[in-house]
């Protein structure tokens, strides 16, 4: 049933918001040039890998030194405004469609994170990862790492269709309020180091 109602919602969600997402595209390649899609692999269902998909929003800017310069210092004008009303997410719709997301569930991480998750922590991967989760209704980017894994396995071990649809609703909520979209000083996620 859920991967049914996540391909109907997703087919639905993309036939609806196909003038936006061609609008977004053809913005981004124009301010930003190409690659318009910024693809990395990430851990899915059991830990299997697979390539996310999001609108692009930073820069390629490197230091004096060659390399890629602080993502706070790469984030483009248009890029902030499409994080802060999650349109970068939006191309993840199709990795719905392709079976390997769901609308709700853990997001997916960074596949160098896997060896290091305790057991406990590694359980987010018993459910496919969606594009919103219970912790991102409760903190979103702004939680620390220990609370955001405790409320993905929370999440694991109380998945319904009604908890999916409240998650759903109060992403929308989060959304207009823009609340916990970085965490502070950051512009994304500080890097996971295990537990220490």
Same mark, same amino acid.
């Given at each position: 049933?859920?991967?049914?109602?996540? !391909?109907?919602?997703a087919?639905?969600?993309i036939? #609806?918001? /196909? $003038?936006?997402? +061609?609008l977004?595209?053809? &913005?981004?390649?124009?301010?930003?040039?190409?690659?318009?899609?910024?693809?990395?692999?990430?851990?899915g269902?059991?830990?299997?890998?697979?390539?996310?998909?999001?609108?692009?929003?930073?820069?390629?800017?490197?230091?004096?030194d060659?390399?890629?310069?602080?993502?706070?210092?790469?984030?483009?004008k248009?890029?902030?405004?499409?994080?802060k009303?999650?349109?970068?997410?939006?191309?993840?719709? !199709?990795?719905?469609?392709?079976?390997?997301?769901? #609308?709700? /569930? $853990?997001?997916? +991480?960074l596949?160098?994170? &896997?060896?290091?998750?305790?057991?406990?922590?590694?359980?987010?991967?018993?459910?496919?990862?969606g594009?919103t989760?219970?912790?991102?209704?409760?903190?979103?980017?702004?939680?620390n790492?220990?609370?955001?894994?405790?409320?993905?396995?929370?999440?694991?071990?109380?998945?319904?269709?009604?908890?999916?649809m409240?998650?759903?609703?109060?992403?929308?909520?989060?959304?207009?309020?823009?609340?916990?979209?970085?965490?502070?000083?950051?512009?994304?996620?500080?890097?996971?180091?295990?537990?220490?």
């Open positions: 049933m859920k991967r049914m109602f996540d !391909f109907l919602a087919l639905l969600a036939l #609806l918001l /196909g $003038p936006v997402l +061609l977004i595209a053809l &913005l981004v390649r124009i301010i930003m040039g190409r690659p318009v899609f910024f693809r990395q692999q990430r851990p269902l059991y830990g299997k890998s697979f390539y996310i998909c999001k609108f692009r929003t930073m820069s390629f800017a490197c230091g004096e060659g390399l890629l310069l602080p993502d706070r210092k790469r984030i483009t248009l890029g902030a405004f499409m994080r009303w999650s349109l970068d997410e939006l191309p993840q719709l !199709f990795n719905i469609l392709k079976g390997e997301m769901s #609308l709700v /569930g $853990p997001r997916p +991480l596949v160098e994170y &896997l060896p290091l998750y305790t057991p406990y922590q590694a359980r987010r991967h018993e459910v496919k990862p594009i989760g219970w912790a991102q209704v409760n903190g979103r980017n702004a939680l790492w220990d609370a955001r894994f405790k409320l993905d396995v929370w999440y694991v071990e109380h998945q319904s269709f009604n908890l999916d409240k998650i759903i609703f109060l992403t929308i909520w989060k959304i207009l309020k823009r609340e916990g979209i970085n965490q502070p000083g950051q512009a994304t996620m500080e890097e996971f180091k295990g537990d220490k």
